[in-house]
């Protein structure tokens, strides 16, 4: 089975997306029936899924797609040139790691496309007006082209039925692969760190990650003298539309010195921090997912976040510390995260719905039905050949 994943993204460092695919990727490369994985990344991701992946397997081939950044290349790349490249890879399957437009007639294979949230309906100030109308458009248009949509939790799966319920035929769900580091080591990514405590959170500067909030109960707890003055906060995530508001917060709120961003840090520097922090804080207003609640279960972290859905799924209910949004939610937070820091860390739950077998597992069976239907069908879709493919690089 020859499964193509199309990673191919504006983002010049990892995010929770690109982690998928990668995450994909690594899974698929457990099973003997998968004779190739080749993954699309455009050249500023290249190198990042290279060290992501870190697996040594002639199988894994990451083609770097000579392509522009800006939104309307990508999009046409995707519509109009990813068939032809799907064909001369002569792939089995193309895996979309996340919607995009897509001529799906066009193929020659199955289509699959990871959805991983409905942000355009449930929280469009993360786009803007007017741009979460395309987002709405594209979101559609693909969900309609492909044969199947692997949605990432069911609190996903279920609001897509809500939205539009005849996509339910081809949907289904099938988990992030999250599975615990195996290295003990790791690297600190704070250099002027001195073992001052500090809480962790792992959020994009997204209007659904809720930040604004997250900075106002460290400031409140640092207020009250509930934790140690020199405690830091610690926030990973790519800028984003919320960027502004948080440097004005932190300038107007003189917290400086005490609040750390960072982005782009390699894995085993999140594990550092995973596994170093006081604990983590996660008060999202709505996700798709929630893979940094799931890292930190499985780095043991004591885990303070909001009561949603997403949160709820992963099934570690014992482990975490749950929350209420609301108006009164920034002295709940902050009232739970002193419970918290009075609890011992927790061994790491198992999450086996989460391993890589079980994904693997899921997606291969998925494949098989999309080529078993495929097999029975006559219809045969014209190619154009004009995509030439040599050594790892696709132009």
Known sequence: MNIVIVAVSSAAHLSGVSRHAANVARCLLTRSEVTAVHLLTAPWQHEPFHEAISRSDTRLLVHSVPIGSGTLTRNLWHYTDLPAIAAQLEADVVH???????????????????????????????????????????????LQAVDAIACVSDSTLQRLGKLNKPLLAKALRVYNSVEPSTSRLGRNPLPQWRGEPFF???AQHRRNKNLVLTLNI????????TISSAAMLVIVGMTGPETRQIHRFIRTAGLSGKIVLLSGIHDAEMQWLYRNCELLLAPSIV???GLPVAEALLAGCRIVCSDIPAFRELGAHAACHY?????AAEEAFAETVCIALREPRRAPPALRQLSAPVIAEEYIRLYRGLLFA???????????RHTVIQ?????
């Not at 460290?218 to 003298?225: A, E, M, P, S, V």
């Not at 929350?323 to 108006?327: E, F, R």
């Not at 050594?391 to 132009?395: A, E, L, Y």
């Open 200 to 202: 962790l959170c792992v």
């Open 391 to 395: 050594k790892g690089r696709i132009s």
């Open 374 to 384: 495929r097999a029975t069908c006559s219809h045969s879709h014209p190619i154009s």
């Open 96 to 142: 979309l790691s996340y919607p995009m437009p897509l001529r799906g007639g066009a193929f020659h294979c199955p289509t699959v496309v990871t959805l991983h949230d409905l942000y355009p309906y449930d929280i469009p100030e993360n786009f803007g007006f007017p741009k979460v109308l395309y987002n709405r458009l594209a979101l559609w248009q693909c």
């Open 287 to 289: 996700e798709g997912f």
């Open 218 to 225: 460290f400031q409140r707890l640092l207020r009250n003298g």
């Open 323 to 327: 929350v209420s949004l609301g108006p």
